[in-house]
């Protein structure tokens, strides 16, 4: 078992929905969780991290953790075809290396 | 400021040709961590270093790879022999340890490999 498990998709939401992205990871002594967003053919970038349980959110992108459920989440409001990429989880070990998991891939249709 | 570099972009080669991958970290960025990316595996950590030196390399599949960091400008990705399974989007990031307990990694444009 991957030790982050995310749906691989693919997800299609209209233009202006709410995209829910949802990440569950196993090891308990996680602390740390991020959500990179990688368009096709590029290199991942960082979207925002989330270390304390409850909603983080900046602009249009909420992230949120459970870590009692071990569950990090995505939303992502008032979706724009800009959107439309690979949205990759992470969780950060105790020597500040990243395990990521599979990616969801999300198209945002106009 | 100039991000993560990555030379070369493209690489094509032949079964049991040695493979150079070179990376350019961010300047003043004290770990660099090499990734491989395939369809099947996803996005798979190989090694990673902490001010030049090796910490974990528990990822690299096979004593065909090796790395290494002989300073903090520049590290290096080997693969000898090559083989075709080694066929994948190689990446290298960067961070700078800041004492938090979060480090933004900083990814540079990838390598893909090719090999035939």
């Known amino acids: 078992q991957k030790e982050v498990e995310q749906n691989s998709g693919p997800l299609s939401v209209p233009e202006g929905a709410i995209a829910s992205l949802n990440c569950t990871y196993s090891?308990?002594?996680?602390?740390?969780f991020f959500w990179y967003r990688q368009y096709s053919g590029k290199s991942p970038e960082l979207i925002m991290f989330?270390?304390?349980?409850g909603d983080k959110e900046d602009g249009r992108f909420t992230a949120q953790l459970n870590k009692a459920s071990q569950y990090v989440s995505l939303l992502i409001r008032d979706s724009q075809p800009s959107d439309s990429a690979t949205y990759l989880c992470?969780?950060?070990?105790?020597?500040?290396?990243?395990?990521f998991g599979s990616g969801t891939q999300l198209t945002v249709l106009p | 400021d100039a991000g993560v570099i990555q030379s070369p972009r493209h690489e094509v080669t032949e079964m049991g040709q040695e493979v150079t991958l070179r990376c350019k970290p961010i300047s003043g960025h004290d770990y660099l961590f090499w990734y491989r990316q395939t369809m099947m595996r996803g996005l798979e950590l190989l090694i990673y270093f902490n001010n030049n030196v090796p910490i974990d390399d528990s990822g690299m599949p096979e004593d065909r790879f090796s790395a290494k960091m002989p300073n903090a400008s520049f590290s290096t990705l080997k693969i000898q022999p090559s083989e075709p399974r080694d066929s994948a989007v190689y990446f290298c990031?960067?961070?700078?340890?800041?004492?938090?307990?979060?480090?933004?990694?900083?990814f540079g444009p990838g390598t893909r490999l090719t090999v035939l």
């Open positions: 989330i270390y304390s349980n």
């Open positions: 990031a960067s961070s700078l340890a800041s004492g938090g307990t979060t480090d933004t990694q900083y």
């Open positions: 992470a969780t950060e070990g105790s020597a500040r290396q990243l395990t």
């Open positions: 090891d308990r002594g996680s602390q740390s």
